[in-house]
């Protein structure tokens, strides 16, 4: 199990009365992007907040490398080296940007403490965050605002990126800016997972996929085989890719 990053094995979630999920398994390979698909209310994003212990499993294990890490609280799950971008971005509006990349920089106490090697590196992934630097990050476009969190969510090394849908209501040039990127977190190591809709950046990006419906995970395997098998996509997603 040495390859193996994240394992979520016979995960169940209920949020209150409500059953979301019904028994998710689910493996994600070291230095490999998956993407995890599905139609809306498949409980992609309730997988999401469960591994980061947003949400607590009351059924199953959640395994990081060899921690069992179904009942960490949050912050914990995240001192581990595990990044989480949510759907609404979780940018700090009144705050400029530096100060934002700063919050997330848990060893700098300071803008001039953060790692400036890394934030070239940022800076050539992202120019807008560089660019708008000392603005207030709620005058950024919806664009912007989404290269800011990701470039938050990697101010510091992490082993795994989980995103849910980096290119929500993104034009595509962004959208090309985003794939650059998360193609260069992938060299470098980084293991990823994106909920995703647009399924032309999903096709273009994963090396797995992995897809969901009422609660589980019904399909898992490589992208390329998914994407050349139209059959199973209208089975499972209802479209083509």
Same mark, same amino acid.
């Given at each position: 199990?040495?390859?193996?990053?994240?394992?979520?094995?016979?995960?169940?979630?209920?949020?209150?009365?409500?059953?979301?999920?019904?028994?998710?398994?689910?493996?994600?390979?070291?230095?490999?992007?998956?993407?995890?698909?599905?139609?809306?209310?498949?409980?992609?994003?309730?997988?999401?907040?469960?591994?980061?212990?947003?949400?607590?499993?009351?059924?199953?294990?959640?395994?990081?490398?060899?921690?069992?890490?179904?009942?960490?609280?949050?912050?914990?799950?995240?001192?581990?080296?595990?990044?989480?971008?949510?759907?609404?971005?979780?940018?700090?509006?009144? !705050?400029? $940007?530096?100060? @934002?990349?700063?919050? +997330?920089? &848990? =060893?700098?106490? *300071?803008?001039?403490? #953060? /790692?400036?090697? %890394?934030?070239?590196?940022?800076?050539?992934?992202?120019?807008?965050?560089?660019?708008?630097?000392?603005?207030?990050?709620?005058?950024?476009?919806?664009?912007?605002?989404?290269?800011?969190?990701?470039?938050?969510?990697?101010?510091?090394?992490?082993?795994?990126?989980?995103?849910?849908?980096?290119?929500?209501?993104?034009?595509?040039?962004?959208?090309?800016?985003?794939?650059?990127?998360?193609?260069?977190?992938?060299?470098?190591?980084?293991?990823? !997972?994106? $909920?995703?809709? @647009?399924?032309?950046? +999903?096709? &273009? =990006?994963?090396? *797995?996929?992995?897809? #969901? /419906?009422?609660? %589980?995970?019904?399909?898992?395997?490589?992208?390329?085989?998914?994407?050349?098998?139209?059959?199973?996509?209208?089975?499972?997603?209802?479209?083509?890719?």
């Amino acid at each position: 199990m040495n390859d193996v990053l994240l394992q979520l094995a016979g995960v169940h979630t209920h949020i209150g009365a409500y059953h979301i999920l019904h028994g998710v398994d689910l493996v994600l390979p070291r230095g490999e992007l998956t993407m995890l698909l599905g139609r809306n209310g498949a409980g992609k994003t309730t997988t999401l907040r469960t591994i980061m212990g947003l949400w607590h499993a009351s059924q199953g294990s959640i395994s990081f490398g060899e921690r069992d890490i179904t009942r960490l609280a949050t912050p914990d799950i995240a001192g581990l080296g595990i990044a989480y971008v949510p759907e609404n971005m979780g940018i700090f509006s009144d !705050l400029s $940007v530096k100060e @934002n990349m700063l919050l +997330a920089a &848990r =060893l700098a106490r *300071r803008a001039s403490q #953060m /790692d400036e090697q %890394r934030l070239k590196w940022i800076f050539s992934l992202f120019p807008a965050v560089e660019k708008f630097w000392n603005h207030p990050a709620g005058k950024l476009s919806g664009g912007q605002k989404q290269m800011l969190a990701v470039a938050r969510s990697i101010v510091e090394p992490r082993e795994l990126l989980i995103v849910d849908e980096p290119s929500k209501g993104l034009a595509p040039a962004i959208i090309n800016n985003m794939i650059d990127a998360f193609g260069e977190l992938k060299a470098t190591g980084t293991t990823l !997972l994106l $909920v995703e809709q @647009n399924i032309n950046f +999903a096709k &273009r =990006l994963g090396d *797995r996929v992995a897809v #969901m /419906d009422n609660g %589980r995970v019904v399909h898992a395997g490589a992208m390329q085989a998914f994407a050349e098998d139209e059959e199973l996509q209208h089975k499972l997603l209802g479209l083509a890719i």
